[in-house]
């Protein structure tokens, strides 16, 4: 089945309701992934000593054309900059550092994300700035979330509406 939403295609209940569960679907995932960024404070976070092995990128890139990047340690585990976070400037300073170079850390424990930067006792990234950051990114897709849910409903609901009464037309003897 291809999923189109041209207005054609919107017209049949069982493409509409298709499309309606996709994006319910959806909006579900972007909340769900949103709750990793939710709540971060100082406090909640934790502080890391480690020494820096080597910027990289991400596999994949985004449709946005913005690469994400993560650091990697010679004796702790691997943690990422939200892309949000990443000025060139920093990304540059990044693959130019030099391996075994020490960094202070802020790591939120459940998204492993940095919030704050320190290299060699040089403030990299702010915490209030890379909250503030961060924050108005998720609240960006959580209002995408907000369109998508009750667009997806409203496609659902019409589709089995539309569906029960072509149904119950169905099932009426015909009238002479």
Avoid at 133 to 150: E, K, Q
Wanted: charged share 20%; hydrophobic share 40%; with cysteine.
């Amino acid at each position: 089945m291809e999923i189109s939403m041209d207005l054609k295609s919107m017209l049949n209940p069982v493409h509409r309701l298709a499309v309606g569960v996709l994006l319910t679907v959806l909006g579900i995932i972007i909340f769900a992934a949103q709750d990793s960024y939710g709540g971060v404070t100082r406090e909640s976070c934790i502080n890391v000593t480690a020494f820096f092995k080597e910027c990289k990128y991400h596999s994949s890139t985004s449709d946005t054309g913005t690469r994400n990047i993560y650091l990697t340690f010679e004796d702790h585990d691997d943690a990422d900059i939200h892309p949000s976070c990443v000025t060139p400037e920093l990304r540059q300073d990044l693959f130019d550092l030099a391996p075994g170079t020490k960094m202070e850390f802020l790591l939120s424990e459940e998204g492993g994300v940095i919030y704050e930067l320190k290299v060699n006792g040089q403030l990299w990234l702010d915490f209030n700035t890379a909250k503030s950051l961060i924050d108005a990114n998720v609240r960006l897709i959580d209002y995408l979330g907000y369109v998508l849910l009750p667009a997806g409903a409203l496609c659902v609901l019409s589709a089995v509406i539309h569906l029960i009464v072509r149904a119950a037309k169905g099932r009426k003897p015909e009238e002479e």
